[in-house]
T-cell receptor
């Protein structure tokens, strides 16, 4: 699905706290999901991915949860640090589906308060 | 890890001129490259997909004659914005996928300003 809207949702979190960023994806046929971090003026940076045969995957300080029933994806960041301040996007794709490009969600601006 | 280099990072051009943006995969072969456009405070929108040695596939609403894409080698794709107008001002980002694994690596983006 297309991502529309002129304003990014903002999540403000105290440094050291955990943060949860949510994403509702659009295509029930999507089977590959990625979270990206984008800092101002830069390209997206890969954080973590998950395939549809899983419902949870953990990385360093990050966890992605996938609920296919309600088409919902979340990114949990533990013990947030100032460097975590950025815009976070979820992206979806159908592996081998022919349309190879990623469809991005609207994005969430995460602000870490000192 | 996989690295994608995008150049230039910023460009200002006059209305009516053309601008070329390069996207290179530095340490892997990219059979498929993607071009996205991002307006301020918005998400990335896929413009086109290019496969090495073949014509690009454009998303609905993207003018193929205005946004010329060339993917002549496994490590280089170019996007040329022809007859640029102020409304083409945006952040253009390329992405490349390694032919050996299913992963997407993004370039650092190009800020295009048309005056």
């Amino acid at each position: 699905g297309e991502s529309v809207g002129l304003h990014l949702p903002t999540l403000s979190v105290q440094e050291g706290d955990n943060s949860i960023i949510n994403c509702a994806y659009s295509n029930s046929a999507s089977d590959y999901f990625i979270w990206y971090k984008q800092e101002s003026g830069k390209g997206p940076q890969f954080i973590i991915d998950i395939r549809s045969n899983m419902d949870k995957r953990q990385g360093q300080r990050v966890t992605v949860l996938l609920n296919k029933t309600v088409k919902h994806l979340s990114l949990q960041i533990a013990a947030t640090q100032p460097g975590d301040s950025a815009v976070y996007f979820c992206a979806e794709n159908i592996m081998g589906g022919g349309a190879d490009g990623l469809t991005f969600g609207k994005g969430t601006h995460l602000i870490i308060q000192p | 890890g996989a690295v994608v280099s995008q150049h230039p990072s910023r460009v200002i051009c006059k209305s009516g001129t053309s601008v070329k943006i390069e996207c290179r995969s530095l340490d892997f072969q990219a059979t498929t490259m993607f071009w996205y456009r991002q307006f301020p405070k918005q998400s990335l929108m896929l413009m086109a997909t290019s496969n090495e040695g073949s014509k690009a596939t454009y998303e609905q609403g993207v003018e193929k004659d205005k946004f010329l894409i060339n993917h002549a080698s496994l490590t280089l794709s170019t996007l040329t914005v022809t007859s640029a107008h102020p409304e083409d001002s945006s952040f253009y980002i390329c992405s490349a996928r390694d032919h050996l694994w299913y992963g997407y690596t993004f370039g650092s983006g190009t800020r295009l300003t048309v005056v």
